[in-house]
């Protein structure tokens, strides 16, 4: 079943780039960008993570948390962090567990298989879905994002 606007965020434990489980209810009573991302130090996941890098510090003082997932493991996300995103936590899903309850985990027969689809959800502080991109433009989405998020802000001060 897909989720929708309005969802309960399914909850996961995965580890970060330093290998520390981190869990999405870690960060409630704040809002998340979870943007699933398919290959750390591509070119298009390196452009997409600059742009939401520059997202996390523009919303460095709102309660605000960027996270990126892959299935690329812990060292390989930590590198793809300190190279593009440094402001971002990054989150290792090699097992496709919490993609699968995310739906970005592609079918076998699908091209790029091993790879997550490149999606954005925005959750609330209540932990509940806000919004679902199926991002198309890696040079664009933070733009997309961005307005959301003050949106989003401005409707819960």
């Known amino acids: 079943m897909a989720l929708t606007v309005g969802d309960a965020a399914p ?9 520390s489980d981190t869990r999405l209810s870690d960060f409630a009573g704040r809002w998340v960008v979870l943007w699933w991302f398919p290959k750390a130090k591509s070119k298009g996941c390196t452009l997409q993570a600059r742009g939401v ?3 996390a510090r523009e919303f460095a003082d709102a309660p605000v948390e960027f ?5 690329d493991p812990p060292k390989v996300n930590r590198e793809f962090c300190l190279e593009s995103a440094a402001a971002v936590t990054f989150l ?4 496709a567990e919490a993609a699968e309850r995310y739906g970005t985990k592609r079918g076998s027969e699908e091209q790029f298989s091993g790879a997550p689809r490149r999606m954005t ?23 997309e994002v961005r ?8 409707s819960n001060v």
């Open 92 to 95: 290792s899903d090699a097992s």
């Open 53 to 55: 890098d520059a997202l």
């Open 147 to 154: 307005g959301v998020l003050i949106e989003a802000l401005k």
């Open 67 to 71: 996270v990126g997932i892959s299935y």
């Open 11 to 19: 909850d996961f434990t995965l580890p970060d780039s330093l290998g």
């Open 121 to 143: 959800f925005i959750i609330d502080p209540d932990q509940r879905i806000r919004r679902i991109f199926t991002v198309q433009d890696v040079s664009a989405h933070a733009d």
